[in-house]
């Protein structure tokens, strides 16, 4: 009985073995395992997902992107996963520049100068050179980070102004002339608010759509050399130049063109009432073209450069719209790089175009835009964007800055208020890391 009973267990664990076997097999001819993209980006979800299928019908290589949102639920999980190395194979990290130095410097991120310089620079020559730059560190950067790029950019972008032309005309204006000065703009302001509408709308809730209007007009009225000089610390916030960005801001309060709460509203929210045609003008990006058509295919609008202020060059943010890395630590990488090839390609980048109405990375497959979408490519090659500063100011000195807009915006505070209380957060910031600096030399 021993004997059949072994015979018989025998049998049992032979057959599972041998299922186990069969199953391993099974899996193994379904392809390699899945290539695994997080990313943040709701509108191009259901595009991925089909350029995923399309992958895996040309390749056998299956793709899975994984969505988390909104952005500061997905950077708080990209953060936590770096902890752990459970970053997947190929990802986005938002942010500064030295965010993402950080990231290469903990082996997080794999360099692609190799691959984009490989056959005569065949991939570089792709894409267009401000999308590269935003991913890229020069010799003898301040991060201390090897030279070279390390993002792929799949779509690039520029921040301008949305204007309503039929609300230009309700005001008694040329709905295709709106206004280029300063003082043509704050006046339309005031006449909006007259008739009862909305003069200007943006989702200044999040700091960083103020960091780039600040930016914009700090760079279009004092120069790029004089803004990287006060990230040095060489020039003060109360300069004058600087003093009067802040009183742009209070301009605008006092036009009474701001929308109410402005400073509490998300940007979907802004994107709500520009679409339902309550507002003039709304600050925005590249992908509001695609939010705008999707809420109100009838709006007409335009899209111009923010109104210059004197007689300087008008400048606005611009670069790499979203861009993807590689998993320094993964046993994939050369999976993940021939993917992402194959993503930035013609084909795939003409297909993200149709579908998001996002500019293309790829040059070649934006050369034939749509006419919105020209008006924001136009000026990529001359925008700027914080991560080509040299050195990128301090998180906590940004912070009171974007902060301190906000109480301008509300009236809590003047102007030359909030630039003596930047100028005292960037001298604390700079005696910490002098004491830091100082510390570690002792050790």
Request: charged fraction near 20%.
């Amino acid at each position: 009985m021993r004997r059949i009973l072994a015979t018989s267990l025998f049998a049992v664990i032979a057959g599972v073995w041998v299922a186990g076997c069969g199953g391993a097999k099974t899996a193994q001819s379904n392809g390699p395992a899945p290539i695994r993209v997080w990313h943040w980006m709701t509108d191009r979800e259901d595009a991925f997902n089909e350029l995923a299928k399309r992958y895996k019908e040309e390749t056998g290589q299956e793709v899975s992107f994984e969505l988390y949102a909104p952005t500061d639920i997905y950077e708080q999980k990209v953060r936590a996963a770096a902890q752990t190395d459970g970053l997947p194979e190929i990802y986005g990290i938002l942010g500064e520049m030295r965010g993402l130095a950080s990231f290469i410097q903990a082996g997080h991120v794999r360099s692609l100068e190799d691959v984009m310089s490989a056959d005569g620079d065949a991939w570089r020559n792709v894409f267009f050179p401000k999308a590269l730059a935003v991913n890229a560190f020069q010799p003898n950067n301040t991060y201390g980070v090897e030279p070279g790029v390390y993002g792929v950019p799949i779509d690039v972008m520029s921040i301008q102004l949305y204007y309503n032309k039929k609300l230009l005309a309700k005001l008694g204006l040329d709905p295709n002339q709106p206004p280029q000065t300063w003082e043509d703009f704050m006046q339309v302001g005031k006449l909006a608010k007259e008739q009862g509408l909305i003069g200007f709308v943006s989702g200044w809730a999040e700091l960083w759509l103020i960091d780039c209007y600040a930016t914009t007009y700090a760079i279009h009225t004092m120069g790029m050399e004089k803004v990287q000089q006060t990230y040095e610390g060489q020039v003060a916030y109360t300069d004058p130049d600087w003093q009067r960005v802040f009183g742009l801001f209070s301009e605008m309060r006092d036009s009474g063109m701001l929308a109410e709460g402005i400073v509490t509203m998300v940007n979907k929210r802004a994107e709500q009432l520009f679409a339902n045609e309550q507002a003039v003008f709304a600050f925005n990006g590249t992908w509001g073209i695609n939010v705008y058509d999707t809420m109100n295919p009838n709006l007409d609008y335009g899209i111009m450069l923010p109104p210059r202020v004197g007689n300087n060059e008008v400048v606005t943010w611009g670069g790499a719209g979203s861009s993807f890395f590689v998993n320094a630590k993964s046993d994939r990488q050369d999976a993940s790089i021939a993917f992402l090839k194959w993503l930035t390609d013609v084909p795939q980048q003409k297909y993200l175009l149709e579908q998001t109405k996002n500019i293309p990375a790829n040059r070649v497959a934006a050369a034939d835009l749509p006419e919105k979408l020209q008006a924001f490519a136009k000026v990529i090659d001359a925008a700027i964007h914080p991560r080509l500063f040299a050195l990128q100011e301090d998180s906590k000195v940004i912070e009171t800055f974007d902060k301190g807009v906000q109480s301008i915006l509300i009236g809590e505070s003047t102007a030359d208020q909030v630039s003596q209380k930047v100028a005292q957060a960037k001298e604390r910031e700079a005696s910490r890391q002098a004491k830091l600096a100082e510390a570690n030399g002792q050790r």
